[in-house]
């Protein structure tokens, strides 16, 4: 009976191939995995999985730059390219940029123009527009860099058009250095994220890009997969399971060989190539406009500035973790969940701690009964 079936499905495969070229099949194939990547990192976006996040980036880049675009894939890569950098908005060091004063949420309102014609609500634009302006002075003054604060300012006053009232308001704050000034309250980071991840629900209701998704739940709803994939993964785990826990050993054996390297950030000042040996330079991820397309390029910049600060970090002894550290990650996690490692360390100053630092401590609190 099997064989029959393989007989079967042989004989129709070589009568499709007759009937339609393989660069055809290709190209759909193609376009349902950029549509589920795009869908991927709309959900780790939402859920502030900075990880898994630049990992599924680096996946839709490169099938993105290996076939030619129609508009609307044009349109979920510059999406893509805008989530990442606000993203990273609260990290100062990463550059998308040749001007090493456009920090990433500067960059991302350079993209936020292109994308006027995906969001359909003008009043839903125009609050990303400013939150982003707004933003990029308060990441400045919350790290407490007063001189970029002004310049981000001076910046956008030279380059976007935005409220005078928002301008004079931002000139006080900055001139007050007052980080907890209510005008930056009421336009805070998380408000932010929340209104983008609105911009992105209304994209994705017009724009479903889930026929890929679709079909693998269908495929993993039905007994035969689960007996072909019963030695892969565990018959009750969902796919959003499974692929986080591939993206987990991806992270883990990255850590055991590369310990000693920076991590590696699509889009990022940060990343080399993997198709070339390693140099001392490293590419910077600019957006630019060519016949009237958004397009990514690559410059190199040197890295000697990177490997010293590298060697820094190396050579500094493990900090201690403090009351005041552990009342943030409390706090952290009394508000946003457990889990959301990337989102507490937007909102809290953990001295240069990652989000697997934050989880291991939460465990060994949790093993202390110190918290529930």
Known sequence: METETTDKSAEISSTAEKSVGFSQVKAVATAWMLDFSFVCLCRHFKDGELDEFNQILSAFRAIAESVSLRAHHVQKRNICAFLARVLHGKHLDMQYEEDDHVMPLMSAANIWPALRDTVADESLFNNIANLLLIQSVAVCLEKGQRSMASSALKWFEEKH??????????????????????????????RLLETVQSFLDAYLEKNPSDYLLQAATEAAKSSEHREATDHLEPRDETLSETLNRTAEKSRKNRRETAQLRAKKKLLSTKITDVWKPESCKKPVVVLKRTNGIEIFRETTQPESSKKSVNASRISKPRKKWTYKLDK?????????????????????????????????????????????
Not at 175 to 180: G, P
Not at 342 to 354: A, C, K, M, N, V
């Open 161 to 190: 058009d935005f409220p005078e009232n928002i301008r004079v308001k931002l000139s006080t704050v900055v001139t007050q250095r007052d980080t907890y000034h209510p005008f930056l309250l009421s336009f805070s980071f998380s």
């Open 328 to 372: 943030n990650l409390k706090d952290g996690v009394k508000r946003h969940g457990t889990g959301k490692w990337s989102l507490i360390l937007q909102e809290y100053d953990f001295e240069g701690r990652t989000g697997t630092m934050l989880k291991d401590r939460w465990r060994v609190l949790v093993r202390a009964q110190k918290v529930s």
